[in-house]
């Protein structure tokens, strides 16, 4: 089970830290993902880091904003967002693979996703 949270209402500029928990699962075991889905639009890669080397990969969009991060011990992904736009507006999502690297923006490759977290910056 996965548990996003840390979603809100923040103006342009501001930034946030979304959190997935995940339980149930050997969290190392996993690359995490970050994904969206904006109103009306179909939902998107944003970000994701590897289960072993914790390298990074991010959509050109977030790249200089976003960081995403592991905490084994928490078993907990995170998404340190900062400089908000109003472009980001979305439901954030958390999800968990075992799939290649190559292959870790691909939402189908991701087998456990977290309820989604509303993320709006308002202008």
């Known amino acids: 089970q996965l548990q996003a949270s840390g979603g809100g209402l923040v103006q342009a500029g501001a930034s946030l830290r979304l959190s997935c928990a995940a339980s149930?699962?050997?969290?190392?075991?996993?690359?995490w993902g970050w994904f969206r889905q904006a109103p009306g639009k179909e939902r998107e890669f944003v970000a994701a880091i590897h289960r072993n080397s914790g390298g990074a990969k991010y959509v050109d969009s977030v790249k200089g904003r976003f960081t995403i991060s592991r905490d084994n011990t928490k078993n907990t992904a995170y998404l340190q967002m900062n400089s908000l736009k109003p472009e980001d507006t979305a439901v954030y999502y958390c999800?968990?693979?075992?799939?290649?690297?190559?292959?870790?923006?691909?939402?189908?490759?991701?087998?456990?996703w977290g309820q989604g977290t509303q993320v709006t910056v308002s202008s």
């Open positions: 999800a968990a693979t075992v799939v290649v690297w190559s292959a870790a923006t691909v939402e189908e490759q991701y087998l456990y």
């Open positions: 149930g699962l050997t969290f190392s075991r996993y690359s």
